[in-house]
């Protein structure tokens, strides 16, 4: 299973994630921020401008801004950084979470919990904006 990022330039996804349409073992993730401190961690949230997107893009997951970067490792300390490559280290340790809760699922049914739990953002249903939505790992991990 390949769990690959977007892009970053808030039009046509990168290849690699336009291949998720023809491959069923690719994921495509998007990046996503809380527009809305004040609300819940979901309903506040939706797709970045940076983030690319079209048909293809599976779900998204937080991926900070150049005002908010998400924490990361980089190099021997950490660091943050905003990009759909942060947003695609989150789902990816959400689908190896979901295999160790159950390692007998098949990689078509981790894609498909990770899919099935998200949050919806913006149009009801998956879309092309957003995918499925917001990941939700503990849903993810709960359902596995």
């Not at 959400?94 to 159950?102: D, E, G, H």
Request: charged content about 15%; aromatic content about 6%; proline content about 2%.
């Amino acid at each position: 299973m390949i769990v690959a990022a977007a892009g970053n330039d808030g039009g046509v996804m990168s290849a690699l994630g336009q291949a998720s349409q023809e491959f069923d073992n690719i994921m495509t993730v998007g990046a996503a921020e809380q527009f809305d401190p004040e609300t819940s961690a979901w309903k506040g949230a939706d797709r970045t401008n940076y983030s690319s997107y079209g048909q293809g893009l599976d779900i998204t997951a937080y991926g900070g801004t150049t005002e908010n970067p998400q924490l990361s490792l980089a190099g021997e300390g950490t660091s943050g950084m905003a990009g759909t490559s942060v947003a695609t280290a989150k789902v990816t340790g959400a689908v190896s979470q979901v295999w160790a809760a159950n390692p007998e699922l098949s990689y078509r049914q981790v894609v498909e919990i990770i899919r099935n739990t998200a949050t919806d953002l913006g149009s009801t249903g998956h879309d092309a904006e957003t995918g499925a939505g917001l990941l939700n790992m503990t849903a993810a991990v709960h359902l596995a």
